[in-house]
């Protein structure tokens, strides 16, 4: 004859709304990306669009628990720009103070493309919301600063023609040779940047230590990252102060303060990352003292000796009661953290009444097909069996099944009655 002693752990979250598997806590991530990637700025009367740049990163984060973390990491990121000057435009450096003198130079078919090569430290805090049972929702928000690593200009135009004024009055205007077919190239110098940053996506589950991103991103420059520019700097060199004889070949537009505005950095576009995690947090087994069973009741008459009732401690039944909402997580197997703390105290009790056979039952709610609620408790319930395994409870004395939502406990049709029902049972059965 079997005697049942029903010892019910309740299972996750509360109302039938799904729950986050817990996360990892570290991840290393490799990403990379593509999108509209330029310096901004105004120049002249031309024309300055966004211009197509990648960027490659390798990352890392630290999840403080399911939804929050805070990331790092080092990034190769590439910046382009082709500006383009309406023909005929001139553009004239100041009055010089010294000599009265101002040079003037006349474009036809301008220009000028520029490079910029950057590595960009980013910090963030990333954001994550279940949205599946193998997706997540995401963000990320923070800064970045961004260290310039190599800056190139070229430029070609038809033609340039060039002029002097004397005392800012036209009607002392020298024009000097025009130049055709100009070519130009050099290196630029600029200042590190500072940016804000942000990235919206999904992240989806490709295996138990693998997620892969997938989001649209920004950055956006908050400083001017333009170094050595003056007022005086123009497209070509004049060989002769009075004489408008040119040398081609003298300044890119980023260096001419008269032509050009503040310079700042501007990104956005599509994202890929593929991350990599480990380290989950793992529970001390805690010492329990607990008393012995009591004793069997005196037998008076020579009959078959009745089985032996074993009563369970006060303290493993509150120890099963408060692992309410901490074994399991929505539709998953795997024992939390909290959830192995507390069953540390049941396996000593087991193992400190080795007379004991158990068997450990597995149920669950409607929500679901049978199929997959009879698998689900199944797999469930053999957590639960291989962990007091490893305390040491022995394996003649334990086994395991599951039973779906075939034994309710109470009214599926509210959320408390599919709260009491998502459970595990240990019976206490005959030999």
């Known amino acids: 004859m079997k005697k049942l002693i ?8 509360g109302g039938g709304v799904l729950a986050q598997a817990q996360e990892l806590r570290h991840e ?34 630290f999840f403080f628990n399911d939804r929050w973390g805070i990331g790092t990491g080092v990034e190769f990121a590439r910046y382009n720009n082709r500006v383009a000057l309406p023909d005929g435009l001139r553009h004239s450096t100041p009055m010089s103070a010294y000599d009265d003198l101002q040079y003037v130079v006349g474009m036809t078919g301008f220009v000028e493309t520029q490079k910029l090569s950057m590595v960009n430290i980013p910090l963030t805090v990333q954001f994550n919301a279940p949205a599946g049972k193998k997706v997540r929702l995401y963000a990320l928000a923070g800064g970045k600063i ?3 690593v190599k800056a190139s ?17 036209e009607i002392y205007y020298y024009e000097g040779q025009p130049v055709n077919n100009h070519t130009a190239k050099g290196d630029l110098t600029m200042k590190p940047a500072f940016m ?3 990235e919206l996506g999904a992240k989806f589950r490709l295996s138990p230590q693998m997620w892969l991103y997938a989001g649209g991103y920004i950055d956006y420059g908050l400083n001017n990252i333009r170094k050595g ?13 009075d004489y408008a004889d040119i040398t081609p070949g003298n300044h890119s537009l980023l260096e001419m303060a008269s032509a050009t505005s503040d310079v700042k950095l501007l990104s956005f576009g599509f994202n890929l990352r593929l991350g990599f995690g480990w380290g989950k947090k793992k529970a001390k087994p805690v010492p329990v003292v607990l008393p012995p069973p009591p004793a069997p009741e005196p037998v008076v008459i020579p009959e078959p000796e009745p089985e032996p009732v074993v009563e369970i401690p006060e303290e493993v039944k509150i120890v099963m009661i408060d692992l309410s909402n901490t074994l399991f997580a929505f539709d998953r197997f795997n024992l939390t953290d909290e959830a192995i703390v507390e069953l540390n105290k049941v396996a000593a009790w087991l193992n400190e009444n080795p007379e004991l056979h158990i068997e450990i039952s597995g149920h669950t709610d409607s929500i679901g097909t049978d199929v997959y609620n009879l698998r689900l408790s199944e797999s469930r319930a053999k957590s639960v069996h291989d962990y007091l395994l490893e305390q040491g409870v022995s394996v003649s004395r334990l086994s395991y099944k599951g039973y779906g939502e075939s034994e309710p406990i109470a009214d599926n049709s509210t959320a408390e009655g599919r709260r009491q029902n998502r459970r595990v049972e240990l019976k206490i059965i005959d030999n």
Not at 44 to 50: A, F, I, K, R, W
Not at 158 to 169: M, Q, V
Not at 229 to 241: S, Y
């Open 6 to 13: 029903l010892l019910t752990i309740m299972l996750a979250t």
């Open 28 to 61: 290393i991530n490799l990403s990379g990306g593509a999108g509209l990637s330029s310096m901004r700025y105004d120049v002249l009367g031309g024309d300055n669009p966004m211009r197509f740049g990648l960027r490659a990163g390798l990352g890392y984060t």
């Open 153 to 169: 200009w070229s430029q070609s135009a038809a033609s340039i023609t060039t002029g002097r004024f004397n005392n800012g009055l």
């Open 229 to 241: 520019a003056t007022d005086e700097a123009n497209i070509v060199f004049f060989d002769d102060p």
């Open 146 to 148: 961004g260290l310039p």
């Open 196 to 198: 804000l940053t942000g």
